[in-house]
């Protein structure tokens, strides 16, 4: 069974930073691609970030640059660091986790992952 959790959401400003963090105790990340998804309020799950076991990205176009996905093996533990914060950012995030080496043929699709944490909210707001 393999576990996932969130933490690090909250209220940060326009312009301001988080780190989200999801702890994977669990995962062995040669073996599992891993991923942040978000759900903005009245929205579908839509992913933000995928990382593969070989250390490639994908980001989605509304994050890329501002968004970084990495993971700390020795942690066991994936990061989401999200700089200049933008409202619509606001959501749910969810870390996502699949046991494969390759990437998913469409990575920021929900349907392509079995494993998820909780989710931890952020609002970026004034």
């Known amino acids: 069974q393999v576990q996932l959790v969130e933490s690090g959401g909250g209220l940060v400003q326009p312009g301001g930073s988080l780190r989200l963090s999801c702890a994977a105790p669990g995962v062995t990340f040669d073996n599992y691609a891993v991923a942040w998804f978000r759900e903005a309020p009245g929205k579908e799950r839509k992913g933000v970030a995928c990382?593969?076991?070989?250390?490639?990205?994908t980001y989605a176009d509304s994050v890329s640059g501002r968004f970084t996905i990495f993971k700390d093996d020795t942690k066991k533990t994936v990061y989401l660091q999200m700089n200049t914060l933008k409202p619509e950012d606001t959501g749910d995030y969810y870390c996502?986790?699949?046991?494969?080496?390759?990437?998913?043929?469409?990575?920021?699709?929900?349907?392509?992952?079995?494993?998820w944490g909780q989710g931890t909210q952020v609002i970026v707001s004034f």
């Open positions: 996502a986790a699949d046991p494969r080496v390759n990437s998913p043929i469409d990575p920021l699709e929900t349907w392509e992952w079995d494993y």
């Open positions: 990382l593969i076991a070989d250390g490639t990205t």
